[in-house]
């Protein structure tokens, strides 16, 4: 091989180590290499997406605290799955159709007579703030108020954020480019060059979710995270086992408590 060729292999190598790095490096921080995630909060003992359910969270070491971002009426920003506030509370009806001061007095259902509440996004932003990092799942908010609530908390470098949309893309890469971004392989995308084209229109730092091996080695060598949900009503050690043997980097789980012990004891943690 010709110096001149040499160097050329050399530069290319190079320049993909350095494109891997940066998009691994946009992520938050986190001292563990697998990382896992409270679906919800840990939300064992205590209510989901609740405050109370994010300090569960924080108590056992969770890397990643997954909420889900919706805004009522009158324009402010709290965190609930639903569209509703049927299953989950005492009231009924649409969140986009309660102001806030009537979801404040909603109450979230529990199993200990404690009462709780839906929480506001600035009040979890505080809470979360230098303890544990957020996935939000942006439902359905503002991109320009989310952006400067995060800002304002001083929590930029603690989030990824979940699109569920492609019309949410642009906007958060107008409004902060500088956020790492998630998402899931669209359906129609059945093998790796559609996923190539999609991946060099959307640009993201991480993936759930991924079950074609094909695709699995892809991404890994755009230097892209997949995060696998394991929660499901027979979650456990099996489910653990497969996931990470998918060499993955991030687990969502219902039961963090346990999957951290389990992480703990196989020595991946």
């Known amino acids: 091989m010709s110096g001149y060729k040499t160097k050329l292999l050399l530069i290319q190598i190079v320049f993909c180590f350095i494109s891997t790095f940066s998009i691994a490096q946009n992520l938050p921080a986190s001292k563990n290499k697998l990382i896992v995630i409270a679906h919800r909060g840990n939300h064992v003992n205590v209510p989901e997406n609740t405050l109370a359910s994010i300090d569960e969270a924080i108590k056992y070491g969770v890397d990643y605290v997954e909420v889900d971002l919706r805004t009522t009426k009158d324009g402010h920003l709290i965190i609930h799955h639903d569209g509703t506030v049927d299953r989950a509370t005492n009231g009924k009806g649409k969140i986009n159709e309660h102001t806030m001061a009537e979801i404040k007095k909603l109450q979230v259902f529990n199993h200990n007579k404690k009462i709780y509440r839906i929480p506001e996004f600035r009040d979890v932003l505080k809470l979360c703030k230098n303890k544990i990092n957020i996935y939000l799942d942006f439902k359905d908010a503002d991109v320009a108020q989310t952006w400067k609530q995060i ?21 958060w890469k ?10 899931s392989i669209p359906d129609e995308i059945k093998n790796t060059d559609q996923l190539i084209s999609f991946l060099n229109e959307i640009k993201i730092s991480v993936i759930d979710n991924v079950v ?5 080695k892809m991404i890994k060598e755009k230097g892209i995270s997949t995060w696998l949900d394991v929660q499901s009503p027979t979650e456990g050690p099996t489910s653990w086992n497969e996931a990470i043997n998918k060499g993955v980097q991030g687990l969502q789980t219902d039961h963090p408590e346990a999957l951290i012990d389990y992480l703990n004891k196989k020595g991946l943690r």
Do not use: R
């Open 151 to 171: 800002q304002e908390a001083g929590m930029e470098k603690q989030i990824v954020v979940y699109i569920n949309k492609k019309e949410q893309y642009p906007q």
């Open 174 to 183: 107008s409004m902060a480019p500088q956020m790492p971004l998630m998402t």
């Open 212 to 216: 074609n091996p094909d695709m699995e």
